[in-house]
């Protein structure tokens, strides 16, 4: 059965477990560095190795996090919560156990809107993650044949944000999972890098008939890392429960895992249930008593969010919804846009500017906004250069931009030392301006009897005569004067 079936015989509910980790210097419990990409074992010590008669201290930075992240999506903040020991045994988890938050979660309720949509927000709990698996081997038929643990990520500080089932296609999922992240930028609490796994979904997925009201058996697909995988992952469940369920079969509750090569998602283990983790109370952290003042203090914290800047751009800089919605994805462009607008520049002209040809530089240098050497005063400073005639599109674009990137030069001494000044006296275009048109006759016929998409034609001979140096504006004035 194709995915397009299953969808037209069935309801797709999905829900989604997003684990986010936080953007804090150190670990949860311990005092150890967060630091992607170290060596392995290196930023480890005896309370996250789990060794015999070591006890954990809260990390407060971690608590304000998901306090901040529960505000942003509506949430009741849990005033009296506490810790669980969440109990499973594997590999790289050196306690055989995780300390994580069962039934009194520091974040209940909220919601996340998502293209006029509203999502409901199940919880937000804190917890602690687990340790990484490298395999590694030469067996090339079955795939490695051991694997080596690097414990640098236990204890890493996580919180889990789980949606209600409200999703229902791949597509909306990833939109939801695209918007949440966006989010937790704009909140500085997590930088949801994907390929880094400090952004990592857990699927949720079902199938019911149409019309019905109760959910079928539901599969959870683990640690899905990327957005596109995110898609695919959904996409091949969905067919996979259909065509169980159309030969008369039950979709049993499972953890599964998305293969990426074969493109097929792969049975793991039975689903566990809650009594399954034998949750009980942390017996080495005391339960969490938080003030209402601290909730205001970080309550002042939260910056204007992405939702917020899409009902305000248009408003404010007329800008079009597909163009707010790119200029506000990530905190730094949507900030850096603004400091340019405020400094004088169009809004207009300068969102073009950004979306176009900056983010066309800034991809191909694997490189963003925040971190090229063109500041929001030179950017600017050339739109005001363009819009005074001084320069034009052309020009800013091929000779100028890519310098302000790469080096952050100032846009006057690069257009006074390579001499890109616009030619806009109307003396010194006339005579260029009648070679042209005595040098291609027919187009001049075809221009005097109306037809305009000619004139196009001359401006740009016109232009290249010129080496890109004369304005336009003249150049269009000059041709019609020669017209009459």
């Not at 992240?181 to 149409?210: A, F, H, K, T, W």
């Not at 009648?434 to 740009?460: A, M, S, T, Y």
Request: charged residues 30%; contains cysteine.
């Amino acid at each position: 059965m194709s995915t397009a079936i299953a969808k037209t015989k069935y309801e797709v509910v999905i829900g989604l477990e997003v684990h986010a980790q936080l953007k804090t210097k150190t670990k949860i419990f311990c005092g150890c560095p967060v630091d992607f990409g170290a060596e392995p074992n290196t930023n480890v010590c005896p309370v996250c190795l789990g060794m015999p008669g070591v006890l954990p201290v809260l990390n407060k930075q971690v608590v304000a996090f998901a306090i901040k992240t529960g505000l942003a999506l509506g949430c009741e903040i849990t005033k009296h919560c506490k810790f669980d020991r969440k109990q499973y045994f594997y590999p790289d988890l050196p306690k055989n156990y995780q300390i994580s938050q069962y039934d009194q979660p520091i974040c209940k309720g909220g919601h996340l809107e998502v293209n006029g949509k509203v999502i409901g927000i199940e919880r937000i709990h804190m917890e602690e993650d687990a340790g990484k698996l490298v395999h590694a081997g030469s067996d090339r038929l079955h795939g490695s044949d051991y694997s080596l643990v690097d414990y640098n990520r236990t204890g890493t500080p996580l919180i889990e944000i789980v949606s209600k089932p409200d999703l229902r296609s791949a597509e909306e999922a990833r939109d939801y999972a695209q918007t949440l992240r966006s989010i937790l930028r704009y909140l500085e609490v997590c930088d949801g890098n994907l390929e880094e796994g400090s952004m990592r979904c857990d699927v949720n997925i079902s199938l019911m008939p149409q019309g019905s009201k109760t959910y079928g058996t539901r599969a959870e697909i683990k640690n899905v890392n990327s957005f596109k995988s995110l898609v695919r992952a959904v996409e091949v469940e969905i067919e996979r429960q259909g065509e169980i369920l159309d030969s008369g079969g039950k979709v049993v509750q499972e953890t599964r895992l998305f293969e990426e090569n074969s493109g097929k998602t792969i049975s793991m283990r039975s689903k566990e249930e809650a009594h399954d983790y034998r949750y009980f109370p942390e017996p080495d952290l005391v339960p969490l008593e938080i003030s209402q003042s601290w909730i205001n203090e970080i309550k002042e914290t939260i910056p204007e969010l992405p939702h917020q800047k899409k009902i305000r751009y248009p408003k404010d800089y007329g800008l079009s919804a597909d163009d707010t919605k790119v200029l506000t994805d990530d905190r730094n462009m949507a900030e850096y846009y603004e400091a340019v607008v405020r400094l004088g520049a169009n809004p207009k002209k300068a969102a073009n500017w950004l979306i176009g040809p900056v983010t066309a530089y800034l991809k191909e240098h694997k490189t963003d906004i925040i971190n090229c050497c063109m500041t929001p005063v030179q950017l600017a400073d050339l739109l005001g250069f363009i819009e005074k005639g001084t320069i034009n599109d052309n020009i800013a674009k091929t000779e100028i931009l890519e310098e302000l990137l790469g080096k952050g030069t100032n846009p006057e001494e690069i257009i006074k030392e390579k001499g890109l000044a616009q030619i806009t006296d109307e003396g010194a275009l006339k005579s260029i301006v009648k070679e042209i048109l005595d040098q291609n006759p027919e187009q001049l016929k075809q221009l005097k009897e109306g037809k305009e998409k000619v004139k196009g034609f001359f401006v740009g001979q016109i232009m290249k005569k010129s080496n890109g140096k004369a304005s336009p504006a003249v150049v269009n004035k000059l041709i019609d004067e020669f017209l009459k």
